[in-house]
Nanobody
Framework: VQLQASGGGLVQPGASLRLSCVAS????????VAWFRQAPGKEREFVAA????????HYTDSVKGRFTISRDNAKNTVYLQMDSLKAEDTAVYYC???????????????????WGQGTLVTVSS
């Protein structure tokens, strides 16, 4: 599967953005899809994931209640709705997909076989 991430930009604190991860070549609902991010000078970190074939979702604690991951099967797309953005959300965001993850591997980037290019989110006043 090929993944194309988009939707990043420069916004002020408190604003919202919606990132998109469009899949081609395969049906995205067959994959567990996650968003990771990497801030300057920091390691890549897990943000959110949605399980294959279900609507079950997982979030890192720092984004719970502010970010929502969802999937539109008709558009073969996974979204990350980001509300109440903070300066510390500034990072390059990547989507990733895998067909055979288990729960214990969900937050580990190295376990995902497919990655999109990053999209930069900058939150600044």
């Amino acid at each position: 599967v090929q993944l194309q991430a988009s939707g990043g930009g420069l916004v002020q604190p408190g604003a919202s953005l919606r990132l998109s991860c469009v899949a081609s070549g395969r049906t995205i609902s067959q994959y567990t899809v996650a968003w990771f991010r990497q801030a300057p000078g920091k390691e890549r970190e897990f943000v959110a994931a949605i399980w294959r074939s279900t609507t079950n979702t997982h979030y890192t604690d720092s984004v719970k209640g502010r970010f929502t991951i969802s999937r539109d099967n008709a558009k073969n797309t996974v979204y990350l709705q980001m509300d109440s953005l903070k300066a510390e959300d500034t990072a390059v965001y990547y989507c990733a997909a895998d067909r055979s993850l288990i729960l214990s591997s969900l937050r580990i980037g190295g376990q995902y076989d497919w990655w999109g290019q990053g999209t930069l989110v900058t939150v600044s006043s």
